[in-house]
């Protein structure tokens, strides 16, 4: 694969309802190498694809995901607040979701949403799901509780972890060695301090920050030739990497 790999963000979200399967469809038609989704667990401990604990934004629902079954969840409608063609798309399943992408190349990073809403053992369901599916060398699981990652590590050391966050870090390279984590997946700004990619390179630490739409930033970060890119806007991500001439 060409790099920098370019990861659709909650699927081709500014051109489908995000964390949904037209929008992850989406993305897949738009050349995407990897897709980016939202992990939360309902009342019954079904995993589900929804970016936050609430409904309330991307639904015509109320309330926490954690306090809905699977089946009162599944009524929602989760498309129509994006478009009304999209009327009728539902909150999926994270078995949906690798079902869908099985028989592809497509690469997948699950963001495991554990704060401030904890989710016992999600970590350990999300593993078995992706080993079920025999999806371990196709998925990297970043969060921003990076207890969760320390915990992926001990549960199944083959899956790549990497480290969400937003404001700089003295030295991120270290702390992602020190978790043991396979990347770093910043706030894209930061990827322009001195000698940062440089550093993270040095050490071993993979780059994928986010989220990167605008097309004077995707192409500076394409020069940088770091491993990926998480974009809401495939297409055009995937049009400047091919047109630089990405490795």
Request: overall charge negative.
């Amino acid at each position: 694969m060409k790099r920098p790999l370019i990861i659709a963000h909650r699927g081709a979200s500014a051109y489908a309802p995000e964390n949904t399967m037209a929008s992850f469809v989406k993305a897949m038609e738009m050349k995407s190498d990897g897709i980016e989704i939202d992990v939360h667990m309902t009342k019954d401990n079904v995993l589900v694809v929804c970016h936050d604990e609430k409904v309330d934004r991307t639904t015509d629902g109320e309330g926490f995901i954690k306090d809905f079954n699977l089946s009162e969840l599944k009524k929602l409608d989760a498309g129509s607040w994006f478009g009304e063609e999209f009327k009728g798309q539902r909150i999926p399943e994270l078995s949906e979701v690798l079902e869908l992408i099985k028989d592809t190349d497509i690469l997948l990073n699950i963001e495991i949403k554990n704060a401030p809403i904890i989710y016992p053992d999600i970590e350990k369901k999300t593993i078995n799901m992706i080993t079920e599916y025999g999806m371990e060398d196709r998925v990297i699981i970043s969060s921003f509780n990076h207890y969760s990652l320390i915990e992926v590590k001990k549960i199944n050391p083959r899956i790549k972890t990497g480290i969400l966050y937003m404001a700089g870090l003295v030295e991120p390279w270290i702390y992602a060695k020190r978790l043991n984590a396979d990347a770093l997946h910043p706030l894209f700004y930061n990827l322009f301090a001195p000698d940062f990619v440089k550093e993270c390179f040095e050490n071993g630490i993979m780059l994928n920050p986010f989220t990167v739409d605008d097309e004077r930033y995707i192409e500076a970060l394409v020069s940088l030739k770091i491993n990926g890119i998480i974009t809401n806007c495939p297409d055009i991500a995937v049009k400047i990497r091919d047109n630089i001439g990405g490795n």
